[in-house]
């Protein structure tokens, strides 16, 4: 097995309705490689590792691992920056989340859990700030920064599982190959 996977959290239907309007918006600006709509198999989420499955194990052992993470953690609630264009290739919209600590904490076991297990090597060719990424543009770039600065994002988004994906064009998410909600607050 030597598939590109991204493990990820799955956001609320709220937070989906705001990255597919965003989404909409961009792309009647600028033409985008990253479509979030009902046709499209593309999902807005937040990362949490990405890289090549390693292991055949990968596709058995990933689930037992989110299932255990998912059972000891709550809905994580994320403070949603103004989106923009990143100025390194120009060419992605980002918005930036104010995370809490938990949302750090579960970053890190889960790459550290994918690494010591062998079952994913992981991408590190991306930036570490937890983010949302909005569309792909690869023309317009005045037009679309100008647009985004009209942009009013709610102030907060909310992420409610565990999930892993095909990654697809542009680092986006494929679908959905397995999810696991997090307990509720009410659960113990």
Known sequence: MNNKMNIHLALDDQAIGVCREVNQA??????????????????????????RA??????????????????????????LR?????????R??????????????????????????????LQNDYTPVPHITLAHVE????????????VRMPPSITAVALEYSDV???GTCLGSLYTVPFRRPSDR
């Open 54 to 79: 390693m292991a055949a194990a990968f596709a058995t052992a990933i689930p037992g691992i989110l299932e255990r993470l998912a059972k000891a953690a709550t809905p994580i609630r994320f403070g």
């Open 168 to 170: 697809g064009p542009k």
């Open 82 to 90: 103004t989106p923009y264009l990143e100025d390194v290739r120009g």
């Open 26 to 51: 961009i792309r009647r600006v600028a033409p985008s490689i990253i479509v979030f709509d009902e046709m499209s198999p593309m999902i807005p989420h937040i990362s949490l590792a990405m890289g």
């Open 92 to 121: 992605y919209v980002f918005a930036e989340l104010e995370a809490p600590p938990e949302f750090f904490s579960l970053r890190e076991v889960v790459r550290d859990q994918v690494v010591r297990d062998s079952l994913m090597e």
């Open 139 to 150: 023309e317009n770039g005045s037009e679309v920064s100008a647009f985004l600065s009209t």
